[in-house]
């Protein structure tokens, strides 16, 4: 499985399918046994781990959670990533106010993260995970906690952190009105294995397995998803 | 009962600074002796079982051993760090050595009470375990360490009173040579009272402090 540089990929399965586990592996949160997981061109799985802390400043992750820190303020919490790979206090001090304001949150900057909606909280988990310019990020089930409006925001800004910043992202999701909606190509996993992998397009419209198939049509509304990756649709989520 | 004042005053004042001192010597052992206990334990971020274990035994056979029976077998290392066995002083050094395995539990269940997904996603940007420890475990534990410092500030309050048996002085004291032992009804209830008093205020204290720095 590839996810070329620059592009938006989802990764979809019922749930069992091992989609939490390849998030694990990716971030190195556990070790695979076998295999070989690059990030922006240097292998993961052979680095030591003092090597592995500077690499992942290379890779943003948004959890499902969020995982916010609930003893800072927003503004901390995007420093956090900055303070922990070193580097100086007023250039991290500027990072975070680039990122407050490109996503909106700058009002919010001395509140904690318990005074937020879902969606603001979505967006401090962004920007602390962008805040070290990562080449990739990595979002589990972006959307799966969102009401419908919130949800399309969240889409609109994923989309945006790879038109504008060319942040390649990875999308692990068992949403698959979402994935449809954003995603240039999609993998479908099932039971830890690889069963189709295409563009987005044509995975969709043309499933060629069983599980595939069950995604698509088991979906509340099948003939809503398939509208959702007409060309028509694209336009109408727009961009930031 | 007037007559009395100034030595409830003046066993207050020693049961004070038993418990300030003691709690306070015990705050700092039970944060470095918990926090080992906590990155160490199997779902701490360095897990090592022989040092778990070898923490956790020593914690306990320190903690199975009743207070009064600990007082009697520090005499010669109270006599060696303080010069005398008896007195105020004195009985501070069975109170730390008695509390701090207690506090270092309350830190250890503090800590591991820090959701674990919090401290994965931390080391996913990047964190190494010490970092992890101080940017993550203390801060986000800090209303459940002050609620556990509560806990243990009300529990020394108990064990001081048993400190008049190395003539540590303090209400608890008190109450037994004046209150029981001279039948002074009115003696052993102004102790207590003043006792119900000192733990309300800390309790109260410790609840609004935890509130006051939790944000979540």
Redesign the interface.
Known sequence: MTVPAGSIHGVLGLSGAGKSTLLKCI???ETSDAGEISVAGSDWTRLGNAAL??E??K?G?V?Q?L?L????TVAANIA??L???GGRKSENADRVAELLEWFGIADKARD???QLSGGQRQRVALA?ALA?RPRVLLADEPTSALDPETRLSVLNTLQGIRDKLGVSILIITHDLRSAAAICDSITVLDAGRVVETGVAAHVLHHPETDVTRRLVFHDESPSDARSLVQPAHFEEIGLL | MTDLVPVLLGATGQTLTMVAVSVLLCVILGLAFGSWLAVTSPQGIAPSPAVHQLLAAFANISRSIPFLVLIVLLLPLTRFLVGTSIGTAAAIIPLVVGGTPYAARLVEAALLDV?P??I?????????PS?AVW??YF??A?PGLIRAFTVLAITMINFSAMAGAVGGGGLGDLAIRYGYQRFRLDVLVACCVILILLVQCIQLSGNTLARRLD??
Do not use: C, N, W
């Open positions: 971030a190195r949160l802390r500077r992942r400043g890779m992750i959890f959670q995982h820190l609930s003893s800072r956090l990533p303070e922990l790979h904690y993260p318990a602390r070290t | 959701d997904g919090l994965q996603a931390v080391v996913t940007l990047g964190a190494s970092q940017k993550v801060p986000e800090v944000h979540r």
